[in-house]
């Protein structure tokens, strides 16, 4: 049992660090070559696991070679358009100016159901209001509308809206992230205080507490069980 609990440990630890090599491009979406890399590497992996008279090395070696060929494979993707071509193939346009591309559809052999289920997902019903619809290289359907079909920004509207910045996280589940604090500008006498008005003294009492640049601060309490 020890035996199989360090190759199973092993073996996670390898595979966490590959896929940490490879970057989060491949951890958010999958194409033709990474879905094959990973498939064999569950395959691979799961030798050792299963027979403990294969050496680690037999499952290990082959591992880290799939991983160095996907990132010499997404090296030359990224230099070489053709390549990516070949490879990765190109996006196609099932919707174009409300009329589906039947042609496109069986290419990609993608059927009625399925679109109307990917244009559902993103809020759309009518197909009369869709400019583009693009089936991407890993397969996600993205959906533009037409402009006069498009929720009205500010700035179409003429307002004026002041500039609030990304919320910037001080304090996460109890726990002062001081590093935010010192690049907000700001110090522990400054959330110190701000806790005070808020009828707080520890941080620890407060789940999550944000500031944006505007200074406007948002403040959840820490709920206590029992």
């Known amino acids: 049992m020890a035996i199989i609990i360090c190759r199973t440990f092993i073996i996670y630890i390898a595979l966490l660090v590959s896929m940490r090599f490879m970057g989060k ?11 094959v890399v990973a498939v064999m590497v569950a395959d691979v992996a799961a030798m050792p696991l ?13 591992v ?10 997404t090296g030359a993707v990224t230099k070489s358009i053709r390549f990516r071509t070949l490879l990765c193939g190109k996006p196609s346009i099932l919707v174009a100016d409300g009329k589906i591309d039947q042609v496109q559809m069986r290419k990609n ?8 289920e990917e244009l559902r997902q993103q809020g759309v019903t009518d197909l009369s ?14 959906v533009v509308l037409f402009p006069a079909q498009q929720p009205p920004t500010c700035a179409q ?19 002062v992230l001081s590093r935010n604090l010192r690049v907000m500008g700001l110090d522990e006498s400054w959330l110190a205080q701000t806790l ?22 948002c403040l959840a309490e820490m709920e206590r069980q029992g």
């Not at 880290?64 to 010499?72: G, M, S």
């Open 157 to 175: 509207l003429g307002i004026e809206v002041p500039p609030a910045g990304y919320p910037t996280i001080l304090i996460n589940d109890g726990r």
């Open 50 to 62: 299963q027979d403990i008279g294969i050496p680690m090395l037999n499952g290990l070696i082959p």
């Open 196 to 217: 005070r008005d808020r009828g707080m003294d520890d941080p620890a009492d407060v789940y999550l507490m944000t500031i944006d640049g505007a200074g406007t601060v």
């Open 109 to 116: 052999r993608f059927t009625l159901d399925e679109l109307f």
């Open 129 to 142: 209001t869709i400019e583009r619809a693009v089936l991407e290289t890993g397969g996600n359907l993205n």
């Open 25 to 35: 491009r491949q951890l958010g979406e999958l194409e033709v070559s990474e879905l």
């Open 64 to 73: 880290v070679l799939l991983f160095c060929f996907e990132i010499l494979v």
